[in-house]
């Protein structure tokens, strides 16, 4: 099923004047309007949060905005520079999200986001990904996911405080309550059905259609399709300029997986030789399949490292080939690098002087494709004395940091997050549990090797300028081995709660 995100920049105008003065743009509580023709009248073309907080609105004249609230700052607007901060911000997001992305016109952005969620970890999560990452570049974002444009569009500026996820096959009656504004309606048009006592979209979807296509014309019955998901509507991505693409066209369209696949290896030569004449290679490749329909089926694929191989994008771009749904037939094929980075060639390794490294980026490529990029990842040092802050997860093509961990004490082959208490008998402060109890079950402690000593990191926060952990390896009669701790000396109640936890595992 299709799937569409909607994000709703409200005050993109103003946030772009913002980000432009940099530090000298005005303190956010300030409010800040943006003026320009209307006529002869100088009129509100955007406000921001503050402003309109202090009952600004769009369209009122400049100079009542600037006698309503004092200290008011006013700027020229620049609609040019609006459209083209827009665009900036789809081409961003196409590299980051999904393969398919639009400028929605004044205030928003498209995305066809069908089979793209498991690669963020989810519809809720990719939403709730794309609206923290625009806060983070000082762009005010809502967004929602639905089943189409329509319906997106409208939820992300009805709905949507800050994400809003319509579930598959609801649409109807999530844009129900909706006023009828959110139908993308003309303004003279919604103001003619509030007349005749159409407040909610609600009220149009209980109407028998005739009757208003007759009185209003085929606009309201189209939108109302396209909210409900009834009625497709294309989406044209944009294309960076710059962007290495090959495209293949059919005589007669295509819908056979064999087929399928037999055109993305012809595709894949094609984009391998354009990237090795600007000597790039592809870091994510985005297949895209225009149905005769004019709907557009999508694929996305990451690499670890650079990729000019033919062979190796073939594969890991039929591998997906479950997740496209040819419809009625295919007629257009698109194949582009949406991220490249420099590689340059490299000369083989002879068999005869050197042994050749195994290359695994193939199979990580692959296995990170099917789980999501996320989820595939290899564990690298921290220097840090405290066990569960030192290790992080890192790419796994990712370089060598350099860190090790410490050698002089064992650890661990399981951590356990976070520590687990148990109940213990032991001497204090520097003894071992003779028994202790953990998930219920009650062991005896065999053998024991400790204490290490571990001091909090009191550079972090003040709670832990007096913080120890005293850590014991332990062995039970059944010969299984824990890495088990008591938080505090065993003296001072200052420097912990003197409570014992079981915190890793030997293998």
Same mark, same amino acid.
Request: aromatic share 6%; with cysteine.
């Given at each position: ?85 827009? !665009? @900036? &911000? $789809?081409?961003?997001?196409? %590299?980051?999200? +999904? #393969? ?5 016109? =004044? ?91 159409? !407040? @909610? &979209? $609600?009220?149009?979807?209980? %109407?028998?259609? +005739? #009757? ?5 014309? =085929? ?92 062979? @190796? ?195």
């Amino acid at each position: 099923m299709t799937r569409v995100i909607s994000v709703f920049l409200p005050t993109l105008s103003t946030d772009r004047v913002r980000r432009k003065a940099g530090n000298t743009a005005p303190p956010p509580e300030t409010p800040l309007i943006l003026a320009g023709r209307d006529g002869q009248r100088r009129v509100v073309l955007a406000a921001d949060a503050a402003a309109q907080a202090a009952g600004l609105r769009v369209g009122m004249p400049a100079t009542k905005a600037q006698a309503l609230v004092p200290g008011l700052v006013i700027q020229d607007a620049d609609t040019a520079a609006d459209a083209e901060a827009l !665009e @900036r &911000v $789809a081409l961003w997001m196409l %590299q980051r999200f +999904a #393969p398919i992305v639009a400028a929605d016109p =004044p205030d928003g952005i498209v995305i066809d986001s069908t089979g793209a969620d498991h690669l963020h970890g989810g519809e809720a999560a990719m939403v709730a990904m794309l609206v923290e990452k625009l806060a983070s570049v000082g762009l005010r974002a809502r967004a929602a996911i639905a089943d189409s444009w329509g319906a997106a569009h409208a939820l992300a500026r009805f709905c949507a405080r800050p994400g809003f996820v319509s579930e598959p096959g609801a649409v109807a009656g999530d844009v129900a309550p909706l006023p009828l504004a959110a139908l993308r309606l003309a303004p003279v048009l919604v103001a003619d059905l509030r007349v005749l006592g159409f !407040e @909610r &979209v $609600a009220d149009l979807l209980s %109407q028998p259609r +005739a #009757p208003l296509t007759l009185r209003f014309g =085929p606009e309201v019955g189209r939108r109302l399709d396209q909210a409900t998901g009834r009625l497709a509507e294309p989406i044209e991505p944009v294309r960076p300029e710059a962007l290495i693409e090959v495209r293949r066209a059919f005589a007669e369209p295509i819908g056979a997986a064999e087929t399928i696949a037999r055109y993305i290896g012809k595709l894949a030569v094609q984009l391998c030789d354009a990237l090795e004449l600007k000597g790039l290679g592809a870091r994510r490749l985005d297949l895209i399949c225009q149905r005769v329909d004019n709907r557009a089926q999508a694929v996305r694929v990451g690499t670890g490292l650079p990729l000019r191989d033919a062979k @190796r994008m073939t594969r890991l771009l039929c591998d997906k080939i479950e997740t496209i749904d040819p419809g009625f037939g295919i007629e257009v094929m698109t194949l582009a690098a949406t991220f490249a980075e420099p590689l340059a060639p490299k000369q083989a390794a002879s068999s005869l002087v050197e042994e050749p490294e195994p290359d695994v980026s193939g199979l990580i490529d692959l296995l990170a494709n099917r789980v999501g990029e996320a989820n595939l990842y290899r564990a690298a040092p921290v220097a840090s004395d405290v066990p569960e802050r030192s290790v992080r997860r890192i790419h796994a093509l990712a370089p060598e940091t350099g860190a090790e961990w410490p050698g002089h004490w064992p650890r661990p082959s399981r951590l356990l997050a976070p520590p687990e208490p148990i109940d213990t008998v032991a001497l204090l402060p520097d003894h071992p549990p003779v028994y202790f109890t953990w998930r219920g079950m009650r062991r005896r402690v065999k053998r024991a090797d400790g204490p290490e000593r571990v001091f909090g990191e009191w550079w972090k926060r003040d709670p832990e300028l007096d913080a120890v952990r005293d850590y014991f390896r332990i062995e039970d009669d059944a010969g299984e081995r824990y890495w088990v701790f008591r938080a505090g000396d065993g003296e001072d109640p200052l420097t912990g709660s003197q409570r014992w936890f079981l915190h890793g595992i030997f293998g």
